[in-house]
């Protein structure tokens, strides 16, 4: 059953972001020169610079996924980000200054000057790629939680979403992204803050925070720092460290969407105290968010969750012939829930060790419960389908004897569509929705509209940095530099704009064919660690071996690109060490191309 909106809550949603649109077509309108449109017109000060990083980073994907992640497998994922404060240092010192001393509009401009243009242009090219993939996924997030809320066709919503980012970004340029990030980061800070005291209000008065913390800690919850060598293991503190600062490095280093927020800076100094801003803040943010999740999962032990959270899922499975063995499990979950309540409530009294364990294998028995679910779920589905498709094809071998008629093509467009919705409908993993079905059932009238406008804000905010950055890439980077003549800066503004509209529709389209994947925000990291590290791997040999060229650089990459990519394929290792593993490849493979054959420049 769709959930209905109180008129309150449509009130907040809808001029939260009416005026976040509207402030930054207004605030930023006439940007007539490049370096106003590309660069902001080097005005901004350090903290909106370090808030404009940080709201770039935070999509919707951050709020519904990392806290789906904390949810199902608790605090362990923040090990991610400790790579940040050091990848932050390294860039202060070594990539602004050189980015500042060059006056330079891409990261990749510097590449040319060291290497050649094809090195350039394939890097910009490994970004665009890259980049436009994330671009879609981050429009498709928030189209999951509209989709949820009101019912509507997610094709249609994520239309809606990126028109609205486009609006405001082809007409300001990375000002207007930069000018609204503020106001989206307000936003999401208050939102998140009042999440939080909601759900550990709505735990029973009787258990304390400390308590729910105690709670969360039996099963496992609590878990933050993993110091096991274990590459099977995605999240440990050494993962976090040596792959985390590596994508970090690539990331806020070479990633166009981020080096043209602090690019905007008024001076170099004002750059690097944006950059040490964010790194001394983003952790415990994404601490924060993990915790938010967690005590959801706390509030959970005192209040019935269903087994799966997206009710479509459910309705389904419960038509269908599995319908009885998922009641079976439902019952099995709520005599399991009765029982999970009042160990809970017996740790929050100090009962012991004893507790916590049986606590800790009730948690397991639910988890195995949630997978029996899914694994029904996607049988009731596919058993759906698989009436439906052989039906068609009956009816279909009916009409052969006649191929164009209208009664067979009718027969086979039906069977082409169902085609499609099978593909689309399969989708059974729930963790990305947990938050936003915990927000609609239980936070009160007028605070569900702030939280959905925190996520779509953070969506808005993070697309506008990615489509503003492709324009420019596209625009600077391949059209203006392949030009044989100056065509002026006015005409390098029009081209940028029409450049992002291209990019906001790529990004449309891309979202209306995503998936969710396994997790969100590890699909988008994914992505990122399949490309960063041969990108980071040609900077680090542009800043630290001089005696290496162009052609050297230019091979090794694309071998490198091809190796990652089979190597992700196949799985060879947990994918932050991805980042490692391109990055020290490109050094090595460039290096032995330069030995074998010196390279010309």
């Not at 009710?311 to 099995?332: A, F, I, M």
């Not at 997978?371 to 009916?398: C, V």
């Not at 995503?514 to 990122?528: C, R």
Request: some cysteine.
């Amino acid at each position: 059953m769709t959930p209905t909106l109180a008129p309150i809550d449509w009130a907040v949603l809808i001029a939260t972001l009416l005026i976040i649109v509207g402030y930054g077509t207004w605030k930023t309108r006439g940007s007539k020169n490049v370096q106003d449109y590309v660069r902001g017109g080097n005005t901004s000060q350090w903290w909106t610079i370090g808030l404009s990083v940080m709201a770039t980073q935070a999509s919707a994907i951050t709020f519904l996924s990392t806290t789906g992640q904390a949810f199902s497998d608790g605090m362990g994922f923040v090990q991610f980000y400790f790579g940040l404060p050091i990848a932050m240092v390294i860039i202060c010192l070594v990539f602004i200054p050189l980015y500042h001393r060059l006056k330079v509009y891409t990261a990749y401009e510097f590449l040319e000057n060291r290497f050649d243009l094809k090195t350039r242009s394939l890097t910009a090219i490994l970004f665009l790629i890259q980049r436009g993939l994330a671009a879609g996924i981050t429009i498709f997030a928030p189209a999951i939680i509209l989709s949820v809320v009101l019912g509507w066709n997610i094709v249609t919503l994520n239309i809606i979403i990126g028109t609205l980012v486009i609006i405001y970004t082809v007409s300001g340029g990375t000002k207007a992204v930069t000018v609204t990030q503020k106001q989206q980061m307000f936003v999401i800070f208050a939102g998140m803050l009042a999440a939080l005291f909601i759900v550990i209000d709505l735990i029973p008065k009787e258990v304390s925070f400390v308590d729910a913390i105690d709670i969360a800690g039996a099963t496992g919850k609590m878990q933050v720092l993993d110091f096991s060598f274990d590459l099977e293991n995605r999240y440990t503190v050494w993962t976090g460290l040596i792959g985390g600062t590596f994508l970090m490095l690539s990331y806020f280093g070479t990633d166009q969407s981020q080096v043209q927020r602090y690019l905007s800076g008024r001076s170099m100094k004002e750059m690097q105290m944006g950059l040490m801003f964010n790194g001394l803040l983003k952790v415990p943010m994404q601490f924060f968010i993990l915790l938010v999740g967690v005590m959801v999962f706390v509030f959970y032990q005192f209040n019935p969750a269903p087994l799966n959270f997206i009710d479509k899922s459910t309705e389904t499975v419960l038509n269908s012939e599995y319908g009885d063995e998922y009641r079976s499990l439902q019952e099995k979950q709520n005599v399991l829930f009765t029982e999970k309540q009042e160990l809970s409530l017996k740790l929050s009294t100090d009962e012991g060790e004893r507790t916590r364990i049986q606590l800790s294998k009730l948690d397991s028995i639910e988890k195995n419960y949630r997978l029996e679910s899914k694994f029904l779920i996607k049988k009731a589905i596919d058993s759906e389908y698989a009436n439906e498709y052989t039906r068609l094809q009956n009816e279909l071998e009916g009409l052969r004897a006649n191929p164009v008629s209208d009664a067979f093509i009718n027969k086979k467009d039906e069977l082409n569509n169902l085609y499609k919705d099978s593909a689309k409908d399969t989708q059974t993993n729930d963790r990305d929705y947990m938050f936003i079905r915990f927000i609609l059932n239980h936070l009160p009238v007028g605070l569900i509209g702030l939280l959905l406008a925190v996520i779509l804000s953070a969506a808005m905010s993070s697309t506008a940095s990615e489509i503003n950055a492709l324009a420019t890439i596209t625009s600077i980077d391949l059209y203006q530099r392949n030009q044989k003549e100056d065509l002026g800066e006015e005409h390098t503004v029009k081209m940028t704009k029409w450049f992002t509209l291209l990019w906001g529709i790529i990004a449309i389209t891309i979202a209306c064919f995503a998936d969710l994947a396994e997790n969100l925000i590890q699909l988008v990291n994914i992505i990122g660690s399949i490309f960063y590290g041969n990108v980071l791997g040609i900077f680090l040999l542009a800043f630290f071996f001089k005696y290496i060229k162009g052609n050297a650089v230019f091979v090794g990459a694309l071998i490198t690109q091809a190796i990652v990519i089979i190597g992700w394929w196949f799985d060879w290792m947990p994918y932050l060490w991805l980042n490692l593993f391109g990055c020290v490849l490109v050094i090595l493979i460039a290096n032995v191309l330069e030995f074998i054959k010196p390279s010309k420049k």
